[in-house]
């Protein structure tokens, strides 16, 4: 059984940036793509980023490609989101997610364990 937690939310204003992490615990973290979810208010949810395992492959939602990074540090068994000029639209609950093996998918039927959210919510 693997835990998730993540942290790093708040309130930014239009144009900041806020780094979101996501603690792993209870299993082998290096054997899990990993991948950030959003859900907006009123929305569904959407899949932001992914991460294979390695780190070596990753993708990304259009709405947020070159504003978001996504990162893993195995060592620490951590993800990280880092989110550059923000939009009133990223407001959401940002929630981390892992797959076992395979690569990060954009459908939340894919990934196995689930954190509980942080908030972000960007003023204009």
């Known amino acids: 059984q693997v835990q998730l937690v993540e942290s790093g939310g708040g309130l930014v204003q239009t144009g900041g940036s806020l780094r979101l992490s996501c603690a792993a615990s209870g299993g082998s973290f290096s054997s899990y793509a990993m991948a950030w979810f959003r859900q907006g208010p009123g929305k569904e949810h959407e899949f932001v980023t992914g991460?294979?395992?390695?780190?070596?492959?990753?993708n990304y939602a259009d709405s947020v490609k070159g504003r978001f990074t996504i990162s893993r540090d195995n060592a620490k068994n951590t993800v990280y989101l880092q989110m550059n000029s923000l939009k009133p639209e990223d407001t959401a609950v940002y929630y981390c997610?892992?797959?076992?093996?395979?690569?990060?998918?954009?459908?939340?039927?894919?990934?196995?364990?689930w954190g509980q959210g942080t908030q972000v919510t960007v003023s204009s």
């Open positions: 997610a892992a797959r076992f093996r395979g690569a990060p998918s954009a459908s939340r039927l894919g990934y196995d364990y």
């Open positions: 991460v294979a395992w390695s780190g070596g492959f990753t």
